[in-house]
């Protein structure tokens, strides 16, 4: 009879602990296996979730900008994060099962904020929490598969690019505010006459930025895509080329006179009343605006204008119900130093982008003499700008997001 000697013992022991260390290794992996594809499920729908809540803090934030309340501001929020939850893709995301929250700031920062001010600048947060993901194998851990997110949204700081400008430019001035120009005075935009410049001979103050009459009246009406920055240098375009100048203009009112230009490519205002009373200037630049049509018979500007917005129903002049576009009538124009301009073609600084309202339709003929008037006010948004460093109160911005200060996530 054969026994069994201590070698084949040892072997059969060392067989039995690799059974056993491979069995548990393969627990161990189909346990980890298991769980990453919860962990993936869960992290691909984190980022739809974050898309969503996004989506819903740009969408309050636009509307705040608008001078809507904050009541219609968060029913936005909520539509658009519904909208996204329920969009092709999206369909495990639970609504019952979230919480949404929507607060205001500000200040960016600072979520909440006790001293919020509608008046001011206004920030906008939206997080989203709890919301329940299906599983597959976490509960078999004791897990529970939810996901969060927050995003916030609002003004940015004064650009120091601009893509979205029209090629008219006035000449710093000597007041206080954007230079030198102050909120809610008047302006010459585009001269009827060299005379009431200081640009020089043959100069109107229209910026060249292509050839061509077609060229003038498509970026007018708001066709230009190109970009200028402040402190680089751009040129002047010599002539007065009223037709296409106020072919442009007034496609921002509605009105196509010629030049191939459409409403479909370039609607109009939502509001486009005009003072009962037009502006005009004398040979040396000085307005005379005697309006009395605004409020509390005050001459007729952009504060009537807004009033009026973003819900002016019933108003002969609202184009809302007819293809009209928010802010058609407010214009970002390069502030230059006219210092070195000697008539003709010049090559100017950018010293700043104002924002400007545009007060009344341009002439379209010689007839009346008149320029282009536009109103100063405080900002406006523009797009794909760039912002500067240093947070200003006047000047060009765009809605955009920040990183949430509350949010744990880096």
Same mark, same amino acid.
């Given at each position: 009879?054969?026994?069994?000697?201590?070698?084949?013992?040892?072997?059969?022991?060392?067989?039995?602990?690799?059974?056993?260390?491979?069995?548990?290794?393969?627990?161990?992996?189909?346990?980890?296996?298991?769980?990453?594809?919860?962990?993936?499920?869960?992290?691909?729908?984190?980022?739809?979730?974050?898309?969503?809540?996004?989506?819903?803090?740009?969408?309050?934030?636009?509307?705040?900008?608008?001078?809507?309340?904050?009541?219609?501001?968060?029913?936005?929020?909520?539509?658009?994060?519904?909208?996204?939850?329920?969009?092709?893709?999206?369909?495990?995301?639970?609504?019952?099962?979230?919480?949404?929250?929507?607060?205001?700031?500000?200040?960016?920062?600072?979520?909440?904020?006790?001293?919020?001010?509608?008046?001011?600048?206004?920030?906008?947060?939206?997080?989203?929490?709890?919301?329940?993901?299906?599983?597959?194998?976490?509960?078999?851990?004791?897990?529970?598969?939810?996901?969060?997110?927050?995003?916030?949204?609002?003004?940015?700081?004064?650009?120091?690019?601009?893509?979205?400008?029209?090629?008219?430019?006035?000449?710093?001035?000597?007041?206080?505010?954007?230079?030198?120009?102050?909120?809610?005075?008047?302006?010459?935009?585009?001269?009827?006459?060299?005379?009431?410049?200081?640009?020089?001979?043959?100069?109107?103050?229209?910026?060249?930025?292509? *050839? #061509?009459? =077609?060229?003038? &009246?498509?970026?007018?009406? %708001?066709?230009? @895509?190109?970009? !200028?920055?402040?402190?680089?240098?751009?040129?002047?375009?010599?002539?007065?080329?009223?037709?296409?100048?106020?072919?442009?203009?007034?496609?921002?009112?509605?009105?196509?006179?010629?030049?191939?230009?459409?409403?479909?490519?370039?609607?109009?205002?939502?509001?486009?009343?005009?003072?009962?009373?037009?502006?005009?200037?004398?040979?040396?630049?000085?307005?005379?605006?005697?309006?009395?049509?605004?409020?509390?018979?005050?001459?007729?500007?952009?504060?009537?204008?807004?009033?009026?917005?973003?819900?002016? *129903? #019933?108003? =002969?002049?609202? &184009?809302?119900?007819?293809? %009209?576009?928010? @802010?058609?009538? !407010?214009?970002?124009?390069?502030?230059?130093?006219?210092?070195?301009?000697?008539?003709?073609?010049?090559?100017?600084?950018?010293?700043?982008?104002?924002?400007?309202?545009?007060?009344?339709?341009?002439?379209?003929?010689?007839?009346?003499?008149?320029?282009?008037?536009?109103?100063?006010?405080?900002?406006?948004?523009?797009?794909?700008?760039?912002?500067?460093?240093?947070?200003?109160?006047?000047?060009?911005?765009?809605?955009?997001?920040?990183?949430?200060?509350?949010?744990?996530?880096?």
């Amino acid at each position: 009879m054969r026994t069994m000697t201590s070698s084949n013992k040892k072997v059969l022991k060392q067989k039995g602990l690799v059974l056993v260390m491979v069995t548990m290794a393969m627990l161990v992996f189909v346990a980890v296996a298991a769980l990453s594809i919860d962990i993936n499920h869960l992290m691909v729908n984190k980022t739809r979730l974050q898309n969503a809540v996004d989506s819903a803090a740009l969408s309050a934030a636009v509307l705040i900008d608008s001078d809507s309340s904050i009541a219609d501001a968060t029913a936005a929020a909520n539509t658009t994060f519904t909208n996204m939850a329920g969009a092709v893709g999206n369909s495990e995301m639970d609504m019952s099962t979230a919480n949404v929250s929507v607060t205001y700031s500000n200040d960016p920062q600072t979520f909440p904020d006790s001293s919020f001010d509608s008046s001011l600048d206004v920030y906008v947060r939206v997080e989203v929490t709890s919301l329940d993901m299906d599983e597959f194998f976490i509960q078999a851990f004791g897990l529970q598969k939810t996901v969060s997110a927050s995003a916030v949204a609002g003004p940015s700081s004064a650009s120091i690019k601009a893509c979205n400008i029209v090629p008219m430019s006035v000449c710093s001035g000597g007041g206080t505010s954007t230079d030198g120009y102050e909120r809610g005075e008047l302006y010459m935009l585009k001269l009827a006459s060299t005379s009431q410049g200081t640009m020089g001979p043959g100069n109107y103050q229209l910026l060249d930025f292509g *050839s #061509g009459a =077609s060229t003038i &009246r498509s970026a007018l009406a %708001g066709g230009y @895509d190109g970009c !200028i920055t402040i402190g680089e240098n751009i040129d002047t375009k010599p002539g007065g080329n009223v037709g296409p100048v106020g072919q442009g203009i007034n496609s921002r009112f509605g009105v196509y006179s010629g030049g191939g230009l459409s409403s479909s490519d370039y609607p109009t205002d939502i509001y486009v009343k005009e003072p009962s009373t037009l502006a005009t200037a004398d040979n040396s630049g000085n307005i005379t605006y005697n309006d009395t049509s605004g409020a509390g018979g005050d001459p007729w500007g952009y504060s009537d204008y807004m009033a009026s917005t973003p819900d002016c *129903s #019933g108003d =002969s002049d609202c &184009r809302i119900g007819s293809g %009209g576009v928010a @802010d058609r009538r !407010i214009l970002p124009v390069p502030v230059v130093d006219c210092s070195t301009a000697s008539g003709g073609t010049s090559n100017v600084k950018v010293t700043a982008i104002g924002c400007f309202f545009l007060l009344q339709q341009a002439p379209t003929n010689n007839g009346s003499h008149e320029g282009v008037f536009g109103e100063f006010i405080e900002d406006c948004t523009v797009d794909h700008s760039n912002s500067g460093p240093t947070p200003e109160d006047e000047g060009p911005y765009r809605i955009q997001l920040y990183k949430d200060p509350l949010s744990t996530e880096s």
